[in-house]
């Protein structure tokens, strides 16, 4: 689990059930170094694999979601011999070079110099109020762009965020005890 801020939210804050769920697994394996196994590694291997179908014969866990996505740019560009980089407008993959170089918010970018070569960005599918709004309402024209790009160009990976684009200016989601409520925000990117 990446416990990045942002991702933390939809757990809510001090959650009672979180917190004794930490605090039970502090006490029986404090830290998991990614070279050794134990049995709290191989039991979540497995619930990924069951997760997944079945056919996965590897799982690799890394400290954060920033060091995954340097492990699986690097995974690519092996395996396909290619280093070029699909990824969408306004997204964040982390804050480490690699990851602010396939990333889409320029303002993790700036004063950064030269960063990674080869990083192609599209506009995200987005049917309301997307960059490219098509008149049957339909996003599908967006994958055409992707799709493209893919085909013409030697990429070696294509980055995306499944939950992505919600205007958070004008709706957000807040967990308050175990209901969610809707509030409207000001907040604001970087």
């Known amino acids: 689990m990446d416990f990045h801020g942002n991702n933390v ?12 769920r930490i605090t039970e697994q502090m006490h029986s394996l404090p830290f998991s170094p990614r070279r050794f196994t134990n049995e709290t590694a191989v039991q979540c291997a497995e619930k990924l694999t069951e997760i997944c179908g079945g056919d996965l014969n590897r799982v690799l866990f890394a400290p954060g979601g920033t060091s995954v ?5 690097k ?7 290619n280093y070029k980089v699909v990824s969408l407008w306004d997204s964040f993959h982390g804050a480490s070079l690699d990851a602010i170089s396939v990333g889409g ?8 110099g030269p960063l990674m070569a080869g990083v192609e ?17 339909s996003d599908l ?3 055409t762009t992707s799709s493209m790009l893919l085909k013409k160009r030697a990429v070696s990976a294509h980055l995306s965020q499944k939950a992505f684009a919600i205007p958070m200016s ?8 175990s209901a969610f409520v809707k509030s409207a925000t000001n907040t604001t990117s970087c």
């Open 75 to 81: 995974l690519a560009r092996y395996i396909t011999g």
């Open 69 to 73: 996505v340097g492990m699986a740019l």
């Open 105 to 112: 918010e320029a303002c993790f970018r700036e004063g950064m």
């Open 9 to 20: 939210h939809q757990l809510g804050y001090a959650h009672p059930h979180v917190i004794k």
């Open 170 to 177: 004008r709706y957000q989601v807040k967990p308050t005890g």
């Open 121 to 137: 960005r599209i506009p995200p599918a987005v049917s309301y109020r997307g960059a490219f709004p098509s008149q049957d309402g």
């Open 141 to 143: 024209h967006y994958a």
